[in-house]
């Protein structure tokens, strides 16, 4: 009876061993199946991110580069005092327009009056003594023709006459200078401009080593100039050929990013070439009717050429930097791709794209963040009124 149950138990052990292994087996087979499922397609768990996408385009553009310059007046003049004396007035408003002639400053006049008077009296003393030895010269001739007087006292009468007339001369110089002395006693505008503020008050003494009394300067046109590496400058083309001077238009920007109404000409390419900066000065002529531009602006310079080309343009949104470039995702076969590009100049809210896409690639430029080079995408259009924004 013993013996019956414990060969009873004996079976059961087995039993239940037999089970256990065969359920070890088939967890270890399933959880192969799964991981070689896994391992098998590893592309289908990742989910294709939605994204915004444009067609670069490619559309006719002005070529066009940005460089940094300095407005200069044309005519630019600084106001001296050419005779010494006291300052009597002033008569212009500082920073107003003066024209051509206009009296800025009045010295004393009364000491260069004086001098002129005298300088004058002095002349008709020699044109006086002139007469009398004309007359004596006159006389000397009439006795030597009729043996009756020496040709000593006939060549004194010519030599005292011809000291006259050269007193006359020097005379009527003095008279001369002294009138152009009187005429510096007011200081007139030299040219037409604005005039800046005044460097020295009424009552003070003035004069050629006084400095400067104020600064006219000219208004319109004026002049625009920037400094351009000569290589940048040679290279500046349209349709594969060199532009001429006359093809190119100048566009300003102010600091506050205003655009300038007026557009301008290039009206000098300097023949030296700065070796310190590598850099050729360029000179450019802009209208000024309405005063806007002052001299001494800093601006921004756009040279524009008239032709335009046919160009590739993105949306700036559109790009991404890093340590090795920029560059922009196209959707290829559902996914997002790498392009490295480089970049020309802006157009309007767009980017011109020089090197990288041909035109007509699917450009991402919404969920930037979200994707990875290769990464699977689900690549909706922009609408075009979003594309600026």
């Not at 559309?59 to 580069?65: G, L």
């Not at 005519?75 to 005779?83: E, F, G, I, Y």
């Not at 003066?98 to 010295?107: F, S, T, W």
């Not at 008239?306 to 959707?331: C, H, K, M, S, W």
């Amino acid at each position: 009876m013993m013996l019956l149950e414990r060969q009873t138990r004996l079976g059961d052990r087995e039993l239940i061993h037999r089970f256990t292994r065969r359920v070890s087996r088939r967890s270890i087979c399933l959880v192969l199946v799964a991981i070689f499922a896994v391992t098998a397609n590893p592309v289908t768990a990742q989910q294709a991110v939605p994204v915004g996408t444009v067609y670069a385009e490619r559309r006719p553009i002005s070529q066009s580069r940005d460089f940094v310059g300095r407005v200069e007046a044309i005519d630019r003049v600084s106001v001296q005092a050419r005779v010494t004396g006291y300052l009597e007035a002033i008569l212009f408003t500082e920073g107003d327009f003066v024209n051509k002639g206009d009296a800025l400053y009045q010295i004393e006049r009364g000491p260069f009056q004086a001098a002129v008077e005298q300088a004058q009296g002095a002349l008709e003393r020699s044109k006086a003594a002139k007469t009398l030895t004309q007359i004596q010269l006159q006389r000397a001739e009439e006795l030597l023709a009729r043996n009756a007087g020496t040709a000593v006292a006939r060549d004194q009468a010519l030599a005292a006459d011809r000291q006259a007339e050269g007193q006359i001369l020097s005379d009527q110089a003095t008279l001369d200078n002294a009138n152009i002395n009187l005429s510096y006693t007011d200081i007139r505008a030299p040219i037409s401009g604005k005039i800046s503020k005044s460097n020295i008050t009424v009552g003070n003494v003035v004069g050629p080593s006084s400095g400067i009394l104020t600064v006219i300067v000219s208004q319109d046109p004026m002049y625009v100039t920037f400094p351009v590496s000569q290589r940048e400058f040679l290279n500046f083309q349209a349709s594969g050929k060199q532009v001429n001077r006359k093809d190119i238009e100048v566009r300003i920007r102010f600091a506050n990013g205003v655009t300038y109404n007026q557009v301008g000409t290039i009206s000098f390419v300097d023949v030296v070439v700065d070796r310190a900066t590598d850099t050729v000065l360029v000179r450019a002529k802009m209208p000024n009717p309405d005063g806007i531009l002052v001299d001494g602006q800093l601006v921004t310079v756009t040279l524009q050429a008239n032709q335009p080309q046919e160009r590739v343009t993105i949306p700036q949104a559109a790009l991404i930097a890093d340590q090795q470039g920029i560059y922009v995702f196209v959707v290829e076969d559902g996914k997002a791709v790498v392009r490295r590009v480089k970049t020309g100049g802006e157009d309007g809210p767009d980017i011109v794209v020089n090197d990288g896409l041909k035109g007509g690639e699917q450009v991402i430029v919404e969920g930037l963040q979200s994707i990875r080079p290769g990464q699977p995408v689900q690549a909706t259009p922009v609408p075009a009124s979003l594309k600026t924004d």
